[in-house]
């Protein structure tokens, strides 16, 4: 099974340049096309779509999410062996083993390193043999802080969200 | 008649003792492991025991193992077991 | 079922076929080194040199890989040893295997000569021959750096394009270093293959699969070796082991023993140059050592690179260890031989028989040796044909230290003699893996067998042979067998009463041995504490695999190899040591510091159901189910 991409393709490239598995093809301003064989429906080019021009096989039309509402990897330290099945698997290079803490130690487990990087693509939760990994919805803190506020005050939450949107329309084209 | 015995540890000894190289009194090995028990406690002289022990580089088991004597100088190695191919 | 599914590549036709392993083949041969055994045994025509045109070579997984199960990036190749004639495997960690599997396929059956250098290019289930000019001449790291950067490959150095005898094949940092893949793979203009897809490979019963796994890595994290010391030290750990039981050969094999062999040892080397320690995809145990070299974070040595190109060459100098480790695998070359045809090489000077630039104690100007050798330039052409072909020519076959062709590996069989007896009996040749290990259990491990009585080794080198292949031919690495030594002897330790005793009780079991052999396909059982890896096979594809059977595939697979190696002209004066070995003490005054191979061997070709003649009886090939 794949997603599709339909007429409305405007051939950005967003989709392409972020494809966890390099499934996308097709030259700039032409439509592109999902390599079916290659698909694994993480949804990524869906959620980067402005166009909404990415469907599911069975024609639901996937709906764009700005980048700072997708999930980011967690990882359970204490379930992680370090097997580094997620690292080979991570194609934008957010996660890697950590450094040792002190010489000698061995008790080192998977981090996010460059969160910024991540597509949230979930095939280092689904590959993880351990189960060690999951896609936990939206970063704790500012978001968190955001939503308070948001619950507090509708209007300063609205105003917020639209002086974080150049900023997120910026760090979405995340492979240039 | 005791002689000064140069010794080395390694892996979780070094963390019981603090020290990488040591110098204790001992005329043969089992000696030097009570010695070992009399410095730095008995965890050390355990964790001592179940190690791999070399005299001047040579496994005590293919030596006299523990009534292996030791002389003036003798370097003595404590070895974390190992593994692999 | 989920059948294999193997490329067939015809490099001089350019023709491609996708052919489907059948299902008997699959449930009796499952995959790996035995499947490819029998598939050379299919294809490969009969007496062709291993650098013709016409010669066979297969790339080719295990049902394991890539599931996830712990440890199981490990893909085979199998294919005509170019030092021996015989048959050879060798075996790697990157990520190609797993790679391959999720582009569809389970192996490569490659056969004939590209008129162009190629890039064999798998992706999503089609195999694409791409011209590879302009990386031919590249080293490996930078051959890789040139292809797709999320692609899995396998590709070769300078060393393999020359067609050096011990040329390796290299993917990402690991290597499958031993019998000459690389020249193969460069006699057929073969410069790289990479693959990607996203296809996981099938797992049968998924969720008991799942908690199977979850146990078996907190087993692995608990025991000893896999979860304390080859993290801590890796393979290097067993530098200084070996030395204080006198099994590291030094000088060429001329010792066993090496005063300043520490220097070199994997706890200098775990406190002085270790960076962390690092992993082959999907491994907990993590042995792989990063050190740092010209500032530079790269692969560091493993115990037999830190052996023969230190003792082995009576120097000592970790610097010039990690850079030649480097180099050699840049090159796409094997330490193991590399080092071990330098040692003989020092000692034809020591002797006064040929002058190749080399000495016993200098490591400074091996560096640039390697190039040269790499390249074949001049004289040292020579050096890359290997130390067999050095002694056809230069005489000193006594001390060329080899078995079948195949250099040995760092294990002093005079103070191990079942290594010896291994050495001598394995199909690829002097290696330490093919030849059952036994230096494990008895001359480096927390359990020490007598290692200098001939007494129940022979039962326990065909046990231990049949053991490892079998778990590379599920595609498992063979360090996760190394739980098998339960863990009660590592807290104990060597010293202590009950692991004396277990020792000693081992040396006499070789009736017990042979009789569990015997019986094997009843062993219904499978648990952690022997070979964890029969029930994650039986879980993955269904098939009824438990201990005894698991046991009894890689005596299928030793038969069909050694059957290869027999109808390629191999006979049993092939079974042999160096005269050093079998004839010279190593320490002077003490006549059972040689390995008594002649005491041995007969009983191994009986526990073997092989003749006189070390051919396997038609009595026992019936047994395995094997037709030729």
């Known amino acids: 099974m794949s997603y599709m991409i339909t007429e409305g393709c405007i051939g950005c490239g967003l989709c392409k340049r972020n494809c966890p598995v390099f499934a996308i093809s097709g030259e700039p301003k032409q439509m592109h096309r999902i390599n079916p064989k290659r698909c694994i429906e993480c949804g990524v080019c869906g959620r980067l779509c402005a166009k909404g021009a990415v469907q599911t096989s069975k024609g639901v039309v996937l709906q764009r999410v700005p980048k700072k509402d997708w999930p980011k990897p967690h990882i359970n330290e204490k379930l992680c062996s370090a097997c580094s099945i997620c690292v080979d698997s991570c194609a934008s290079g957010a996660l890697k083993i950590a450094m040792p803490k002190f010489k000698g130690d061995i008790d080192v487990a998977a981090e996010l390193t460059a969160p910024e990087k991540c597509v949230a693509c979930a095939l280092c939760e689904k590959r993880c043999p351990l189960g060690a990994i999951r896609l936990v919805p939206v970063p704790a803190e500012p978001s968190s802080a955001a939503a308070q506020k948001n619950e507090a005050k509708p209007d300063a939450g609205r105003d917020a969200a639209s002086a974080a949107s150049p900023e997120s329309k910026a760090s979405e084209e995340v492979r240039v | ?85 | 079922m989920n059948l294999p599914v193997y490329a067939y590549i015809n490099l001089s036709t350019g023709e491609l076929e996708k052919r489907t392993i059948s299902e008997s083949y699959f449930k009796k041969y499952i995959g790996g080194k035995t499947l490819a055994a029998r598939l050379l045994l299919d294809h490969y025509p009969p007496g062709v040199d291993a650098l013709a045109p016409e010669s066979v070579i297969i790339v080719n997984t295990g049902p394991l890989n890539g599931t996830g199960a712990p440890s199981s990036s490990r893909f085979n190749i199998s294919f005509k040893n170019v030092l021996s004639g015989g048959v050879a495997s060798s075996n790697c960690g990157g990520t190609f295997g797993v790679m391959m599997k999720r582009a569809g396929f389970d192996g490569l059956v490659i056969s004939g000569k590209s008129e162009h250098p190629v890039h064999i290019c798998i992706t999503d289930g089609d195999v694409e021959l791409l011209d590879a000019s302009e990386l031919w001449g590249l080293d490996a790291e930078k051959t890789q750096e040139s292809l797709p950067k999320h692609h899995g490959k396998l590709v070769i150095g300078q060393a393999g394009e020359n067609l050096v005898s011990y040329a390796s094949a290299v993917s990402g940092e690991r290597v499958a270093g031993r019998c000459g893949v690389g020249a193969v793979f460069g006699s057929k203009n073969i410069k790289a293959i990479s693959a990607f897809g996203t296809a996981e490979p099938p797992v049968l019963n998924k969720k008991k699969f799942d908690e199977f796994v979850v146990k078996w890595v907190s087993f692995l994290k608990k025991h000893p070796m896999t979860g304390d010391c080859l993290p801590h030290y890796g393979s290097a750990g067993l530098v200084n082991k070996a030395n204080a039981n006198w099994a590291l050969p030094t000088r060429n094999f001329q010792r066993g023993h090496y005063e300043q062999a520490d220097k070199v040892s994997g706890e200098t080397l775990a406190d002085t140059r270790l960076v962390r320690n690092s992993s082959c995809v999907s491994c907990p145990i993590r042995c792989e050592r990063r050190v740092m070299l010209d500032g530079k974070e790269v692969k560091g040595p493993e115990y037999e690179t830190l052996g023969l190109f230190g003792p082995n060459i009576d120097a000592c100098n970790m610097d010039d260890i990690l850079r030649l480790n480097y180099v050699c695998d840049i090159l796409g070359m094997d330490t193991i031989s590399a080092a071990g045809s330098i040692a003989f090489a020092m000692e034809l000077k020591e002797k006064g028989i040929a002058d190749f630039g080399v000495e016993f104690g200098r490591t400074d100007n091996l560096v640039d040796v390697m190039y040269k050798i790499a390249n074949r330039e001049g004289i040292y052409s020579e050096l890359a044909n290997g130390s067999k072909w050095l002694s056809e020519k230069y005489g000193g076959k006594e001390f060329a230290m080899h078995s079948k062709g195949l250099e040995m590996a760092s294990y002093e069989p005079r103070r191990s003699v079942g290594m010896g007896l291994g050495y001598a009996t394995g199909n690829r040749g002097g290696c330490h893996l093919n030849g059952g290990y036994l230096a494990l259990l008895e001359s480096v491990g927390a359990l020490s067998l007598d290692a200098q009585s001939p007494r129940s080794k022979a039962q326990l080198t065909v046990f231990m042979q049949n053991a490892l292949e079998a778990v590379s031919a599920s595609g498992f690495c063979l360090f996760s067998a190394q739980t098998f030594v339960p863990a009660v002897f590592f807290k104990l330790g060597p010293n202590h009463f009950i692991t004396r005793m277990a020792g000693r009780i081992m040396t006499f079991s070789g009736p017990l041995v042979r009789f569990i052999l015997n019986i094997a396909p009843a062993l219904w059982i499978n648990s952690f504490y022997l070979l964890p890896h029969a029930e994650a096979v039986r879980l993955v594809t269904g098939i009824r695999m438990y201990t005894g059977q698991f046991v009894r595939l890689g005596e299928r697979s030793f038969n069909l190899e050694r059957l290869f190696s027999l109808r390629e002209g191999l006979t049993a004066a092939d079974d042999t040591l160096p005269d050093r070995m079998t004839k010279t003490p190593q320490v002077k005054g003490r006549a059972d510091t040689v390995v008594p191979l002649d005491v041995m061997l007969p009983k191994y070709y009986k526990t073997r159901g092989w003749d006189k003649n070390g051919v396997p009886k038609p009595r026992t090939l019936r047994k395995l189910g094997i037709e030729v």
Do not use: H
């Not at chain 2, 089992?30 to 008995?42: F, S």
């Not at chain 2, 001592?48 to 004597?69: D, F, H, P, W």
């Open chain 2, 1 to 85: 008649m005791s002689a000064k015995i140069q010794v080395k540890y390694w892996g979780e000894l070094i963390t019981l003792t603090g020290k990488k190289d040591d110098e204790l009194e001992a005329s043969s090995v089992a000696e030097l492991i009570k010695q070992l028990e009399k410095t730095y406690g008995k965890a050390a002289a355990k964790e001592g025991k179940r190690m791999l022990i070399a005299v001047n580089g040579t496994n005590i088991q293919l030596l006299e193992r523990c009534k292996t004597r030791l002389n003036e100088g003798d370097r003595v190695a404590f070895l974390p077991l190992s593994g692999g191919g």
